[in-house]
């Protein structure tokens, strides 16, 4: 039998607006401000969830987020992803129905997302089924990640006030997102990802990065992604490092510039102190 992956209705919206404010000289000015905005989202009909979010892809947010909370087995579960900002509503339509969907939903563990993220199901009582693919990151090609990320043309510079992630293979960015909470980011690029070919779906060889710490909820999408290494430029929660831990995944926080910290799973990069630069002496 074929099968089709689902149709999105592409919609879009503006990422900033411009207000006026007053600067530290007492003149009126005007800046941009990141466009949050209310997305419902309704699943055959019945409503499953209200996200704040920039709108940036809105239709791969809502893909990523039944991925991620494991409503969905397969992007072929759904027929369509229809968004209109009109009415601030995302209406899904799936292909037959999502069994269970009400006693699935039912739990809901409030996260520290950005905005608030939420989290389906007892997630953490399966993650001992989750085997990351070995993969290793060299220290050059971290370094790249990170320069990469600086020189990006975001809305962060314009506006301030989001998060932005990313998918990497090796150095190479695959894919970029920003959104008002890193969980509505990592949702999208998980969305994406179900619409690659097999290779990006799996994850495998893949990197992902987050401007935002690395909570727990963060830690356990990339796993559920198969994505092996993580790196962000803020830190790490304590849960999150022991899901990280637990899990073989590797973490890499407050990576500046040739800064960084490995967390977790130091065997998955290939350290090039060299390429560090000179270590600062302290004098006595």
């Known amino acids: 039998m074929e099968r089709y992956l689902p149709q999105l209705s592409r919609a879009r919206a503006e990422l900033t607006r411009g207000v006026e404010a007053v600067n530290q000289f007492g003149e009126t000015q005007t800046t941009a401000i990141p466009a949050e905005r209310a997305l419902t989202v309704y699943v055959d009909k019945t409503e499953l969830v209200t996200l704040m979010t920039l709108g940036a892809q809105p239709e791969l947010l809502v893909l990523g987020f039944l991925r991620n909370q494991r409503l969905i087995d397969s992007a072929y579960q759904i027929e369509s992803i229809t968004v209109d900002w009109d009415v601030g509503a995302a209406a899904v339509k799936t292909r037959g129905g999502l069994p269970d969907l009400r006693e699935r939903t039912a739990k809901r563990v409030v996260t520290t997302g950005c905005g608030q993220g939420s989290m389906y199901g007892d997630l953490m009582a399966d993650l001992g089924h989750i085997a990351l693919p070995e993969a ?105 490092l022991e899901l990280a831990r637990q899990l073989g995944l590797c973490t890499v926080g407050r990576a500046t510039n040739k800064h960084f910290l490995c967390f977790s799973a130091p065997h998955r990069l290939q350290f090039q102190p060299s390429l560090a630069g000179a270590r600062l002496r302290v004098a006595a």
């Not at 190479?172 to 994406?192: C, K, P, Q, S, Y």
């Open 136 to 240: 290793v990151l060299h220290q050059q090609q971290l370094y790249g990640i990170v320069n990469t990320i600086r020189l990006m043309d975001s809305t962060y510079k314009a506006a301030g006030s989001v998060h932005g992630c990313a998918l990497f293979r090796g150095e190479d960015m695959l894919m970029f997102v920003e959104d008002v909470g890193r969980h509505n980011a990592i949702d999208t690029i998980a969305g994406w990802m179900w619409l690659q070919d097999e290779d990006v779906q799996r994850g495998t060889d893949k990197v992902f990065y987050t401007t935002g710490r690395l909570t727990s909820e963060m830690v356990i999408k990339a796993a559920q992604m198969g994505v092996p290494i993580v790196v962000s430029r803020s830190g790490i929660t304590e849960m999150g």
